[in-house]
C-alpha cells in the first residue's frame, strides 16, 4: 500500500484493512500450527493420521456481515479511484 492510499482512506476502511490483514496473519499461524500438529501425529503414531476431509472441512472465521461490509467498501473505493481516473484524463 503506498502512501497515498493510506492517507486517503478513512478510518472505517482503515479499520477494515487492518481486519482483513490480522484474519491472514491468524490463519498463516493456523496453518503453521496445523503442520507442525500434523507432521507430529505422522511421526509418532501414523494409524492416528486424519483424513484429508476432517482437516479441511473448517468453516471461515469471517462473518457474512463482516464480508458484506468489506464488498460494499471495496465498491465504494472503486468509485472514488475511477472518478479521480476520469477527472486526470479531462
Not at 472441512?57 to 456481515?65: D, G, H
Not at 464488498?71 to 472503486?78: D, G, P, R, V
Request: charged letters at 35%.
Amino acid at each position: 500500500m503506498s502512501p497515498d492510499q493510506f492517507w486517503s482512506m478513512t478510518y472505517r476502511e482503515l479499520c477494515l484493512a487492518l481486519k482483513g490483514h490480522s484474519y491472514t496473519v491468524e490463519r498463516g499461524i493456523n496453518e503453521a500450527w496445523y503442520n507442525a500438529h500434523l507432521t507430529t501425529i505422522g511421526h509418532h503414531n501414523p494409524k492416528k493420521f486424519p483424513k484429508l476431509s476432517e482437516v479441511t472441512n473448517k468453516q471461515p472465521t469471517i462473518s457474512k456481515e463482516d464480508r458484506k461490509e468489506m464488498k460494499s467498501m471495496l465498491e465504494e473505493l472503486t468509485k472514488r479511484r475511477r472518478k479521480k481516473l476520469k477527472e486526470k484524463n479531462i
